[in-house]
């Protein structure tokens, strides 16, 4: 992820997320103060409606006691219903109906003290029908009022009903009167469009308050079918449509306002970003050209912020690695200097030793035997012409301040034979030659030389006065891809090494001898890797090291297997 993407992710975050949790906590506490405020008003709405419904009531208490007092009064029924005149039946079974049209009542029935209808105004062949529990069940009501479900000719109704009593010559009667719960009765309670009132039956379930508030106003319902009171009463809808389109309106502009602030944001990190990453950017590829080769990079800049502190700090870093580099190229120089001086003694000593042993073995005879001189020395002539060949080949190639490679067809077990031969009269006994024919490799005779020499002489220190063995051998291999190498191997049964001195035996100026330089394994592994070969090493302390090169075998003859 970019540093502009990452700046970008971090000012949105600070910008918009304070302003999503700022709008939510105003719509949540808009929210809830105007849904306070509703239920405050649907509160005293139900209020208003409840008064209502105490003054239906109380309207039909008066209307009961009007009547009431009318039936006292009237002789005719006092005739028909405690004299029992068969004159006056007839007036009886008429006067509940007569007497509901002039108080507009929606029923009326009187019953006796057994609760036997004498009259029904509502349902005139409900006439001598037992039904004691309806005046029993209104007495028992709070307020003595409740809902009654009565029956007409035509269909049943329910009715808010309350009832009364009166005596007439020792003769107890009830007069039971109601208003029907309909439509129109119930469109006066509803105050407003937003307001709904019903009636709750028994088995009704509450509905859900998402989107409305509803109270509800208790009054009992007679159930005639069980004779007892069940809670019933009006219900009362308080619509929050206008709550909801409040809402929305106030989610729409969040919205928008949210993505102007979004935009807005997004223009203003992405100027900000701009002014920040384009000279970051500008330095970073400047950076990237930097190195000791080249270090002409300049990092100038007349900025007095950040950016231009650290174009100074760079600015000064690559002065620094300037004089650095100037200082490395020079100890590069003199090291590089004396690790030539370094080789050119390794190497000039090792020519020298096969000279240096001729001479000691020719002076020694002339001390001894001076007759068998022109024999020897004729003998070991080839050894003092190769060892002068090899100094004069060494000069040629430290004459170019590095050794070239003249790579040609060449003989390693002829080169290692030499070697052995050379070397016979330093340890006569323990050197041997396991050689190969035709083990041809393309290579530097010089450099082949001086790997197979170093390895002998490391080897013949490795046993030093004892009565150990040095064995070059020489041998065709083929590997697994069917290319064919020459294997060389010195091998001794000296001191051996530790796996610490196996890590380190190839790093420069590394030597266990006291007089020894470093240089001859390090020489020995460039010189290996020169010639497209690999060199590997076996060791166990106290029972002898084994150095093993691999070098391509020469591709123009025809080799023997093994």
């Known amino acids: 992820m970019s540093f502009r993407t990452r700046l970008m992710i971090i000012f949105l975050g600070a910008v918009l997320v304070p302003m999503i949790l700022l709008s939510f906590l105003i719509r949540m506490e808009m929210t809830q103060r105007l849904t306070d405020q509703y239920e405050q008003r649907a509160d005293a709405l139900v209020s208003v409606i409840e008064t209502d419904i105490e003054q239906e009531s109380a309207s039909l208490a008066s209307s009961l006691s009007a009547l009431k007092e009318t039936i006292l009064d009237d002789n005719r029924f006092r005739r028909a219903a405690v004299d029992r005149d068969e004159d006056a039946r007839r007036y009886l079974l008429d006067y509940a109906g007569t007497a509901m049209r002039m108080t507009s009542l929606s029923m009326l029935q009187i019953q006796d003290a057994e609760g036997r209808i004498i009259s029904s105004g509502h349902f005139r062949n409900e006439f001598d029908r037992l039904e004691p529990e309806l005046p029993r069940l209104l007495s028992k009501a709070p307020s003595s009022v ?8 035509d269909k049943g109704m329910i ?200 001479i ?107 009565q150990g063995t040095v064995t070059v051998a020489t041998k065709h291999v083929s590997d697994g891809e069917g290319r064919t190498w020459i294997r060389v191997t010195v091998t001794d049964n000296g001191q051996g090494m530790s796996e610490e001195q196996k890590a380190k035996i190839f790093d420069d100026f590394y030597t266990t001898k006291a007089d020894g330089t470093g240089l001859g394994l390090s020489i020995v592994r460039r010189l290996v890797m020169d010639l497209d070969g690999r060199i590997d090493v076996q060791s166990v302390e106290g029972e002898g090291t084994s150095m093993i090169i691999h070098l391509p075998a020469y591709a123009g003859e025809t080799e023997a297997g093994e």
């Open 146 to 153: 409740a809902l009654v479900e009565v029956r007409t000719p």
């Open 360 to 466: 000691r073995h020719l002076s020694q005879l002339s001390r001894e035997d001076p007759q068998a001189l022109p024999g020897v020395f004729a003998e070991r002539e080839e050894t003092l012409d190769s060892s002068m060949e090899y100094l004069d080949d060494l000069a040629s190639n430290y004459a170019r301040l590095y050794p070239h490679l003249d790579k040609k067809r060449c003989d390693v077990s002829e080169i290692a034979s030499a070697i052995v031969t050379d070397l016979h009269g330093t340890r006569p006994a323990g050197l041997t030659g396991e050689l190969c024919e035709g083990a041809f490799v393309q290579a530097d005779p010089v450099a082949l030389r001086r790997i197979l020499e170093n390895l002998v002489r490391n080897a013949i220190d490795s046993i030093g006065q004892d």
């Open 159 to 358: 009715v808010l009903a309350r009832t009364d009593r009166f005596s007439i010559g020792g003769n107890a009667f009830s007069i039971t009167g109601g208003i029907e719960i309909e439509r129109r009765f119930l469109a006066r309670l509803e105050r407003e469009s937003s307001l709904s009132v019903t009636l709750i039956h028994p088995s009704d379930l509450k509905l859900s308050p998402d989107n409305m508030i509803i109270r509800e106003i208790p009054v009992p319902l007679i159930d005639r079918d069980h004779k007892k009171l069940v809670n019933s009463g009006f219900r009362v809808k308080h619509d929050l449509a206008g709550l909801n389109v409040l809402r929305d309106s106030i989610d729409r502009w969040f919205l928008i306002v949210l993505a102007v602030a979004a935009l807005a944001a997004v223009v203003m990190v992405g100027y900000l970003s701009s002014q920040l990453s384009r000279p970051l950017t500008n330095l970073a590829k400047k950076t990237s050209r930097l190195d000791l080769d080249t270090l002409d990079v300049e990092f100038e800049t007349g900025r007095r912020d950040e950016i231009g502190s650290l174009s100074r700090l760079l600015a000064a870093m690559t002065d620094r690695l300037r004089a650095g580099a100037l200082r490395i190229r020079d100890a590069e120089r003199r090291a590089t200097l004396g690790e030539m001086a370094r080789q050119v003694n390794h190497d000039i000593r090792n020519g020298l030793t096969p000279i240096r042993n001729v």
